[in-house]
């Protein structure tokens, strides 16, 4: 081999190891970039003391993700969260832009089972269910103080049962929340105490969809009579159709107050298909026009504001879709 060539393939071999090594570097520095800020963003938030992870790794590209975290309950350390991964795609912490964006696997209580399937056992085991697999799923916060308008974005799936996700982007939020902080001790003991921070919050828009894995399927069968696990007969299955289709028809006829008139049919057609299985999700939206204001869902509640619920309705420019 002559000399040039021994000196190339030298040459070459210690700029592959000089890249693994900046790359190496790269990415322990970005590893302790990323901890730093996610550090100072849980202390911006008063969750330092909520978050715990066993180790985190990072890379250039400055994405990050978390193995074996833990979210404990401050006021009963007893009760607690896990995630078996959480992945960092964004964060960013500036002095008027907070933004997290998070996905994550294996989510469980202390019991190590999934929290859904907790909260419902009793409901679940009469459609058949025993155990859920962990949760997967991923969440999206966005604040901006400058303007006081914040986005959030959530979506949880759970294996066999469902998947859904909602979104929110609301103004004033942050008020909120700092009030909600002041005031926890009071709210806790009262939470009708909460009403009046709510004023100055409107929603720009929100939505949210559901996709089922199992769950509506399973109590379709229970609503026709069907025993658990054997499929409905014909006449079980004429009963329930003959119901749901009643109650499209009382839809269809009080849904233009929701709805309006040029959307009462297709929202109402949608839900009729969801209840019956012949599609497997359904969405929600909601576009106000002005921005709507939460204080106006207490005054309707009240009956402070029944006499301009249909305008009400019409603004909110809501949509059911398959």
């Not at 997967?136 to 103080?145: C, E, T, W, Y």
Request: proline share 4%; hydrophobic share 40%; charged share 20%.
């Amino acid at each position: 081999m002559s000399s040039k060539k021994k000196l190339a393939i030298a040459t070459a071999g210690v700029l592959v190891v000089a890249a693994g090594a900046a790359w190496y570097g790269g990415n322990k520095l970005a590893q302790g970039k990323v901890e730093e800020e996610l550090k100072a963003f849980l202390v911006k938030n008063d969750l330092q003391d909520n978050v715990f992870w066993e180790s985190l790794d990072a890379n250039v590209s400055g994405t990050g993700s978390m193995s074996n975290v833990k979210l404990v309950d401050k006021q009963n350390p007893a009760h607690y969260f896990t995630f078996s991964k959480v992945i960092l795609n964004d964060l960013e912490n500036t002095e008027k832009v907070q933004k997290i964006d998070i996905s994550f696997e294996g989510f469980a209580d202390e019991t190590g089972k999934s929290p859904i399937g907790k909260v419902s056992d009793n409901r679940l085991a009469d459609l058949g269910y025993t155990e859920l697999p962990k949760v997967n799923g991923s969440l999206k916060v966005s604040f901006d103080s400058s303007t006081d308008r914040s986005m959030y974005e959530i979506s949880i799936d759970q294996p066999e049962l469902v998947s859904f996700g909602v979104k929110l982007d609301a103004n004033k939020i942050g008020g909120l929340l700092e009030q909600v902080r002041a005031n926890s001790q009071a709210i806790q003991q009262n939470p009708m105490a909460v009403l009046p921070f709510l004023a100055p919050v409107s929603i720009n828009s929100l939505s949210f969809n559901i996709d089922d894995k199992g769950l509506v399927k399973r109590v379709i069968a229970k609503e026709k009579g069907a025993a658990l696990g054997e499929a409905p007969t014909p006449a079980q299955n004429a009963t329930y159709e003959a119901k749901m289709l009643q109650q499209k028809e009382a839809c269809m006829k009080q849904g233009a107050i929701v709805f309006g008139v040029n959307k009462t049919e297709a929202s109402c057609d949608a839900i009729y298909k969801y209840v019956t299985n012949q599609k497997d999700s359904l969405s929600f939206a909601m576009n106000p026009t002005p921005p709507f204001e939460l204080m106006s869902v207490f005054q309707l509640l009240s009956g402070a504001g029944v006499a301009n619920a249909n305008q009400l309705f019409q603004n909110l420019n809501i949509e059911l879709k398959n």
